[in-house]
C-alpha cells in the first residue's frame, strides 16, 4: 500500500509545479488607495534601477524567478521610497503594516507572520526574499506594483 501512495504522490508533484493559484484582482483588491499610493513611487523606482514592467508583472501575478538584479533592487527601492525601511535600511514590518488599509489588516499579518528573518548579501537580495516569502505565503492575495 505505501508504494502506490508514493507513486501518486510522485506524478501528483511532477503535475502540479509551478502552478500558482490565481491572484485575486478585481475592483477592491489590491486595494485602489494602495495601488494609487505606490504608483509614483513605482515610477521613480523603474527610473532608478532599470527593471522592466514585464519583470514586475511576471513576479506579481506569475511566477517566481530570482535571476533579476534590478527587480531585486526595484523591490528594495519601494520600500525606502514609501518609508518603510529602519534605520539600517532593512525593512521595518510595523512601519509597512502602518501603510496597509485597515480591512487588509489581517492578510498581510498572515501572508507576513512566516517571513521574518531574511537571508540575502545585501539589501536588494533581503528585499526579494521579503516578496518571495510572502508570494509563496499567500500568492492570491500577494501584489508587486
Ligand atoms: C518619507 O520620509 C521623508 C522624510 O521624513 C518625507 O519627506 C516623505 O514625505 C516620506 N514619504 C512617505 C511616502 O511617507
Not at 521595518?92 to 492578510?107: A, N, Q, R, S, T
Request: proline share 8%; net charge neutral.
Amino acid at each position: 500500500m505505501v508504494l502506490p501512495l508514493v507513486l501518486l504522490l510522485g506524478l501528483f508533484g511532477l503535475g502540479s509545479t509551478a502552478q500558482w493559484p490565481t491572484p485575486r484582482r478585481d475592483a477592491a483588491y489590491p486595494p485602489p488607495e494602495m495601488l494609487a499610493f505606490l504608483k509614483p513611487f513605482g515610477a521613480l523606482c523603474v527610473k532608478e534601477t532599470g527593471v522592466t514592467p514585464g519583470a514586475i508583472k511576471r513576479f506579481g501575478d506569475e511566477d517566481i524567478f530570482d535571476d533579476d538584479r534590478a527587480l531585486k533592487c526595484y523591490m528594495d527601492c519601494m520600500f525606502r521610497m514609501t518609508n518603510v525601511t529602519d534605520d539600517r535600511g532593512e525593512l521595518h514590518m510595523g512601519k509597512l503594516l502602518d501603510h496597509v488599509p485597515h480591512e487588509f489588516e489581517d492578510i498581510a499579518l498572515k501572508m507576513g507572520v512566516r517571513c521574518t528573518r531574511p537571508k540575502g548579501k545585501d539589501v536588494c537580495e533581503r528585499a526579494f526574499w521579503f516578496h518571495k516569502c510572502w508570494k509563496q505565503s499567500d500568492p492570491v492575495h500577494y501584489y508587486l506594483v
